[in-house]
């Protein structure tokens, strides 16, 4: 439990509640296995190994809190990290909503982190938080893109696509989670926003409020388990951190 007297300042809302369409039939995907281990604990391991983490908020399937919950207390955290689980809504701008209400107006600082990069190393975490904590109010983890990007006009599937342009490649990154903000301004960015306008990220929302983001280095193992090669993927990097640093 959390010491009273100790403020909390740096909270992580864990969005978890889709159900994981790509990756196929089954259970939702957080609550997938690697390694034995269900994805949505990695997830929460990877945040609190960051020590700036004091409370993490899981937003469940919305009607998966409760299981949710059973699970994480068999997977115990170390005990400076609270944590709470708060059923989710119908898409990934709703549950994280609904996983920052649930946060005490102690929390200055928030990082949002997709139960779907289990893998995220914690130095990676710490960065981010380190740049936000350094006065960025949204700090986004990204990478240089391997692909050339065409922007084409969408067609029906069997049809050609006609390409309308290409972005240099140079210029474009490609962002991850956990995307760091100060909680203030998250808040009003999710305020302002109309449900259904189509936010994949909630830097995005940021950007709309006309507030600076950052990026900062991401990592090829803070990749998102998507399609089910991901998941050859992900077993792959589990085995070799568990193979040479002692990962569980
Ligand atoms: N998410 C959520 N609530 C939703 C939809 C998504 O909390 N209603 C979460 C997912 O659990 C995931 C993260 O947002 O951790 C990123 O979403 P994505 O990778 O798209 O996961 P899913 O929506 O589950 O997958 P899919 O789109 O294939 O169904
Ligand atoms: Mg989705």
């Known amino acids: 439990m959390s010491d009273p007297s100790r403020p909390v300042r740096t909270a992580a809302v864990i969005p978890a509640a ?3 369409v790509r990756l196929g039939p089954g259970t939702p995907k957080a609550l997938r296995t690697l390694g034995g281990t ?7 391991r990877a945040m609190a190994a960051s020590r700036a983490v004091s409370l993490i908020v899981v937003v ?3 009607d998966g809190a409760a299981e949710v919950g059973r699970l994480l207390h068999e997977h115990p955290l170390a005990e400076r990290t609270d944590l709470v689980v708060v059923p989710g809504g119908q898409t990934r701008q709703e549950s994280v909503q609904l996983g920052l209400a649930a946060l005490p107006d ?3 600082v928030v990082l949002v982190h997709d139960a779907a990069r289990p893998l995220v190393p914690a130095d990676t975490v710490d960065a981010v938080v380190a740049a936000v904590r350094a006065g960025a109010p949204a700090v986004v983890p990204a990478l240089p893109l391997a692909d050339t ?3 084409v006009e969408p067609q029906p599937p069997g049809t050609p696509e006609p390409v309308v342009g290409t972005p240099e490649r140079a210029l474009l990154r490609a962002v991850q989670t956990p995307q760091g903000f100060d909680l203030a301004t998250l808040r009003k960015a999710h305020d302002i926003v109309v449900e259904g306008e189509g936010a994949t990220d909630d830097a995005g929302l940021v950007e709309r409020l006309g507030s600076p983001v950052v990026v900062v280095p991401g990592h090829e193992e803070a990749f998102k388990v998507t399609r089910p090669l991901d998941l050859v993927l992900a077993e792959a990097v589990l085995a070799r951190r568990r193979a040479t640093d002692g990962y569980v």
């Open 149 to 151: 990007v065409k922007q």
């Open 18 to 20: 889709g159900r994981g």
């Open 60 to 62: 469940a399937p919305p």
């Open 106 to 108: 102690t929390i200055e």
């Open 38 to 44: 269900p994805m949505l604990v990695h997830a929460v």
